[in-house]
């Protein structure tokens, strides 16, 4: 990103951490993912920065809002999602209330790793556009 610099504006910046975001390896991809918490769950792994931690607990809040039988299933559901692929389950939570985000995360655990892993690294690139925006905003 940074010898992409001057970038002329918003738009201009999220269009190049999206390019940079799919240019980068499978392994830079799984590296990105570790940072973020369970869905679901208040507490961030240590390796994620303190901004990150609060912007996770921002953006999946409607997630911690469901009811008992959802947040056990979210549970469950990111334990089985970690066993099938060995990571933790991304997803854009931004607006999404916990039922949506168990609707997707159980479609998702039908995915091939392939498939699985181009769709958690769409949803790592559409965080990062968020955060992004949110940054520019101080």
């Known amino acids: 990103m940074a010898a992409r610099r001057a970038l002329a504006d918003e ?3 999220v269009v190049a951490a999206d390019e940079v975001w799919r240019g980068l390896a499978f392994k830079d991809w799984l590296e990105a993912f570790a940072s973020h918490p369970r869905i679901g769950e208040r ?3 240590e390796s994620a920065t303190a901004q990150s931690a609060a912007w996770s607990a921002q953006e999946q809040r409607h997630a911690a809002t469901g009811d008992d039988p959802v947040k056990a299933a979210l549970l469950a559901g990111n334990a089985d999602y970690e066993r099938r692929f060995g990571r933790v389950f991304l997803v854009c939570a931004t607006g999404r209330s916990a039922s949506e ?3 997707i995360l ?3 655990l039908r995915n091939d790793d392939a498939t699985e892993l181009k769709e958690a690294a769409e ?3 559409k965080i990062t556009a968020i955060r992004l925006k949110k940054w520019l905003q101080g």
């Open 11 to 13: 738009a201009a910046l």
């Open 123 to 125: 949803e790592q690139r």
């Open 101 to 103: 985000i168990l609707e």
């Open 106 to 108: 159980r479609r998702r």
């Open 43 to 45: 507490k961030a792994p």
